[in-house]
């Protein structure tokens, strides 16, 4: 099994940084997709809620349909914490101030050559600057809605 997942050490410091939150347990099959090895070794995937009043910013990737929270991988060489900006500034051109850390889930994804366990974190933000310098994105500000519709499954 391949685990995705920070360091003990780095968790502690971004619970004691951040307080205490909401812990999560999932099963995901992907049984007609594989690992592969193109794969970034990663220590785990994060979810920024980019907040603008009552409304949260979704992007709409090129292969889809609906607006979803911005995310990516985070690489062992970054802390989550500045992976995080580091993603929000990529899919939005904005850049943010991590507010705080809303939920950990650890994901165990069967996939049909790997069984991987990895660790996603939500973080809501604020909006400190817009990038001016970037490529257009597709984003919109959207009617925060309940927990469970805006987080993907």
């Known amino acids: 099994m391949k685990i995705e997942r920070p360091e003990d050490e780095e968790l502690k410091e971004l619970i004691e940084s951040y307080g205490p939150t909401y812990f999560k347990e999932k099963q995901v ?22 907040k603008r009043a009552d409304k949260v910013l979704g992007v709409r990737y090129s292969d889809g349909e609906r607006y979803v929270l911005p995310s990516g991988r985070i690489g062992y060489d970054e802390s989550l914490i500045e992976g995080a900006k580091r993603i929000a500034l990529e899919k939005t051109n904005f850049k ?39 490529e257009f994105k597709d984003i919109k500000f959207l009617k925060k809605v309940s927990k469970n519709e805006r987080y993907p499954s």
């Open 29 to 50: 099959y992907l049984e007609d997709t594989k690992y592969g090895l193109n794969q970034v070794k990663s220590k785990g995937e994060v979810f920024i809620e980019v």
């Open 96 to 134: 943010v101030k991590i507010l705080r850390l809303k939920e950990i889930r650890r994901i165990h994804i069967k996939f049909s050559d790997e069984l991987v366990e990895r660790w996603n974190f939500f973080f809501e933000s604020d909006i400190i600057e817009k990038n001016l310098d970037g």
